[in-house]
């Protein structure tokens, strides 16, 4: 487009002049030229979408496909903004579907503690899943004392009992102890629940996994057997597995045995803490998130929750670090600025646990980037550019779409706008007036230099992050850092570089390593 635009004011221009010279034209200076028939206002590109790969979730296909950096995607969300309480809540939700009885499934929660977690004496109720009663899948934390993960009225996960404190991401994992097993032209003798016809496996399958007393099924197949009246397709669950005895093939039946016990994970931030065999029955979709439910001599979790990712089926260790940092980052719900910059950031992985989690850009501090005429040159008399450092130049920009390409070029220090000119209007430049020391005496030209790179407040504490005198900084400001990066020069937020151990001010325990991950978040 800018080519074709230059092309034809070269025309125009070669035109002017000739007719300047034939007489025709009484000025030799050649008039603006409107170049607004070949402008394309090029639409913002949308968001990209998440894929849905539920489809190779179908049990057809065994064993189920797995894709390169596809991850896997949630059965349901649940969010406490579809409950009118923001980004962050104590709530209860349904889940959708059959419940989940004994089958597998993933729970995994974002959720952001108060400070004071750690030091109430009262248990905390942070999840359940199910009936509120025996065999749901509960998650309980008395700090100091004891965890209590698993089976309501069971088998329980107890320690680390600080594993909570200050995490960003809980799961559990529940296998309920794998496929039915076979038995080909099997049968059980006088222990039938009921009988359903016309029914595949899969569907036997279900119907069995919903019946506390079901502990088998028989399933109908044409063996030519003279005995009975079963029918291919017959689906009749069993009270008993004993087999002993029983020919299939005489009653064109065979036999599937419900899997044994199950067993049971808990991650802390993507990471596996504890593991134990534990049976559970869930018998509704009833989900408790933070919330105590009728015991109000408890506590509600102290603090709240961004969001809960159930899947129906048992995630691996790889699968759990994707999906969490997934739910992480896509629960913090920041607001979306549209100006090139980042709307917030999420922190993980740092050694000091406290400062994980959601930073929102703070409108004070300068977090939307401004421009500052002459930039730190104190001499600049309100005209002059930046000496012989144009990085990119801009054709027919004005002031605002000038600053707002250095806000989308990470290496962008300063922009020189060239008032009242047509063609070149702007220029780009990775430079700074501390970096050159001088400008020129440009006339129509104006220097504008970034203001500082913007603060991100923690939104559970007043830690911020932010820039002072060109190192980016995770810290209480005026207080201590705790991480910085300091061979990283940006005038956004850097999401490497970081390093722990810098300041000799940091109190034990609040700057320990490692250095955390960062990911810029654009709403």
Excluded at 137 to 166: E, K, M, T, V, Y
Aim: glycine letters at 12%; aromatic letters at 8%; hydrophobic letters at 30%.
């Amino acid at each position: 487009m800018n080519a074709r635009i230059e092309a034809y004011k070269a025309g125009e221009t070669i035109i002017h002049q000739i007719n300047f010279l034939l007489a025709v034209e009484d000025d030799q200076a050649t008039p603006s030229i409107t170049t607004s028939r070949y402008a394309i206002a090029f639409p913002a590109v949308p968001a990209k979408q998440a894929c849905d790969f539920s489809s190779l979730q179908d049990p057809m296909w065994v064993p189920t496909p797995v894709c390169d950096g596809a991850g896997p995607m949630p059965d349901f969300e649940s969010r406490p903004q579809t409950h009118n309480l923001g980004n962050c809540g104590i709530y209860r939700d349904t889940l959708p579907g059959a419940a989940l009885r004994g089958n597998s499934h993933t729970v995994i929660m974002a959720l952001q503690f108060n400070d004071n977690a750690a030091s109430s004496g009262t248990r905390q109720w942070i999840f359940n899943l199910g009936q509120e009663t025996t065999a749901a899948n509960h998650w309980l934390w008395s700090p100091g004392s004891a965890i209590q993960f698993g089976r309501w009225n069971g088998a329980q996960i107890h320690s680390p009992n600080q594993a909570p404190d200050q995490a960003q991401i809980l799961a559990t994992v529940y296998d309920g102890g794998g496929v039915y097993d076979h038995l080909v032209q099997g049968c059980v003798w006088g222990q039938n629940i009921v009988k359903h016809t016309g029914k595949t496996v899969e569907q036997c399958i279900q119907i069995c996994d919903a019946m506390a007393e079901c502990v088998a099924f028989e399933f109908g197949v044409a063996y030519g057997g003279g005995s009975g009246n079963y029918h291919a397709g017959d689906c009749q669950p069993q009270r008993s597995t004993n087999h002993a005895n029983c020919n299939g093939a005489d009653w064109n039946l065979d036999l599937y045995v419900k899997p044994g016990g199950g067993s049971y994970k808990l991650y802390v931030d993507g990471a596996l803490v504890a593991t134990k065999a534990i049976d559970l029955d869930i018998q509704t979709g009833n989900m408790q998130i933070g919330d105590k439910g009728g015991f109000s001599s408890e506590s509600d979790i102290r603090g709240c929750v961004r969001g809960v990712d159930v899947y129906r089926r048992g995630l691996s260790s790889a699968e759990i670090a994707d999906a969490s940092t997934r739910l992480l980052e896509s629960s913090c719900g920041f607001t979306a600025h549209h100006d090139g910059i980042p709307d917030g950031v999420v922190v993980s992985g740092a050694g000091s646990k406290k400062w994980n989690g959601c930073y929102d850009r703070s409108e004070a501090g300068g977090s939307v980037l401004g421009y500052i005429l002459g930039g730190t040159n104190s001499e600049y008399p309100g005209f002059g550019c930046l000496s012989l450092h144009n990085d990119v130049k801009l054709n027919d920009a004005t002031l605002e779409e000038c600053k707002q390409a250095c806000n989308a070029r990470d290496t962008c220090k300063s922009v020189d706008f060239y008032e009242g000119r047509t063609g070149h209007t702007c220029s780009l430049s990775d430079s700074s007036f501390a970096d050159v020391g001088t400008t020129t005496s440009t006339s129509d030209c104006r220097f504008y230099e970034k203001k500082g790179g913007g603060n991100y407040k923690h939104r559970a504490h007043t830690g911020t992050i932010y820039q002072y005198e060109g190192t980016w900084r995770i810290a209480v400001s005026g207080q201590y850092t705790s991480y910085q990066a300091p061979t990283i020069r940006s005038s956004v937020v850097p999401t490497s570089g970081w390093v722990a151990g810098l300041d000799s001010r940091t109190p034990d325990g609040l700057g320990d390593a490692p250095a955390p991950d960062l990911v810029a978040v654009f709403s």
